[in-house]
């Protein structure tokens, strides 16, 4: 495999990550602007099952050598950070 194949392979992989994290932090926007209840247990086990199961993407995606740990560690920081901003916006406005 030539290392231009390798390179866009790497790119691709973390590109689908980063998609991932958005749409979880659509989901939580969402849920945050129509039914404004982040203390609600099932949208914790939502928001959980949704965490874990990008972090389980992004390790599959290390252990593949196709996303660097620390990409994958700076993507879940990042979408962590996202959602504790999220949470305290809707907090305030209630």
Avoid: W
């Avoid at 392979?9 to 973390?14: G, I």
């Amino acid at each position: 495999m030539s290392i231009e194949t390798l390179s866009s392979q790497n790119e691709k992989a973390y590109a689908l990550l980063k998609e991932d994290a958005a749409k979880i932090r659509q989901l939580i926007e969402v849920q945050m602007s129509n039914l404004t209840m982040p203390q609600c247990p099932l949208y914790e086990e939502v928001l959980d099952t949704q965490m874990f199961g990008l972090s389980r993407e992004i390790d599959f995606a290390i252990r593949l050598n196709l996303v660097s740990e620390e990409d994958g560690k700076k993507l879940l920081d990042e979408l962590e950070k996202q959602l504790s901003s999220l949470h305290e916006a809707s907090m305030k406005r209630k």
